[in-house]
């Protein structure tokens, strides 16, 4: 069946650093694919999304590049803030069934002055 | 433009006791909507999807249940609340016929604690 992995955090970088979040994913024919953002006590917001291979998404400083080849749409930032501090979500959705997300485990960014 | 809200922001329960939890979304019409839960540091297992109003899906097998009385408003509900359905839940939407991308909007969220 589908799934995602997404690298364990959490990952820890000072401010400005650059940052990468690894997500693969495993899917029958050509998934729609997302990354989600969680602050703490809040719900997940959407950050960017990919719908086809060589697809570039990207907001707010971030971007991930959908690469059917490596089953990968890993998540990149050049220089990171204290305010990207929070939970990021690597997400897929079935395109035989719209109604099925799959949900990485999530990777925690802590970013530090 | 479309909000989601869920009510209440936190709870807590006696074990036993019943559950009510309740979604709304504004700004859209017929839309797909979803529960999740999160329980501390892990990630989102859902629970049950609708595609229209008395609708409903159910993924996982547990003492959880969900309606749709409107076409915006989905509640989530237990008769007895296990010290595992502890956790937080989250509700999502999804406009449909927007096929090319089919991404979900969730909710603020509702923190869930069974003692």
């Known amino acids: 069946g589908d799934s995602v992995t997404q690298m364990e955090g959490p990952v820890t970088l000072s401010e400005e650093a650059f940052l990468t979040i690894n997500c693969t994913y495993t899917?029958?024919?050509?998934?729609?694919l997302f990354w989600y953002v969680q602050y703490p006590g809040e719900g997940l917001q959407l950050l960017l999304k990919?719908?086809?291979?060589?697809d570039k998404g990207s907001n707010k400083g971030f971007e991930a590049t959908y690469r059917k080849e490596t089953t990968s749409f890993h998540l990149e930032k050049g220089s990171v803030q204290v305010s990207d501090s929070a939970v990021y979500f690597c997400?897929?959705?079935?395109?035989?069934?719209?109604?099925?997300?799959?949900f990485g485990s999530g990777t925690k960014l802590n970013v530090k002055p | 433009s479309q909000t989601i809200h869920q009510w209440p922001a936190t709870l807590v329960q006696p074990v036993g006791s019943p559950l009510s939890l309740e979604c709304t979304v504004e700004?859209?019409?017929?839309?797909?909507l979803y529960w999740y839960r999160q329980a501390a540091g892990r990630g989102l297992q859902l629970l049950f999807y609708?595609?229209?109003?008395?609708?409903i899906s159910s993924e996982v097998p547990q003492n959880l249940s969900a309606s749709r009385p409107q076409d915006r408003q989905f509640i989530l509900s237990s008769k007895k609340l296990l010290l595992s359905d502890s956790g937080f839940y989250l509700c999502?939407?999804?406009?449909?016929?927007?096929?090319?991308?089919?991404?979900?909007?969730f909710g603020p969220g509702t923190r869930l604690t069974v003692l």
């Open positions: 700004g859209t019409s017929n839309p797909n």
């Open positions: 609708s595609v229209g109003i008395g609708q």
């Open positions: 899917a029958t024919g050509y998934p729609s």
């Open positions: 990919a719908t086809k291979a060589d």
């Open positions: 997400a897929l959705s079935d395109r035989h069934n719209f109604n099925k997300f799959y």
């Open positions: 999502a939407w999804r406009e449909v016929g927007q096929a090319s991308y089919n991404e979900q909007f």
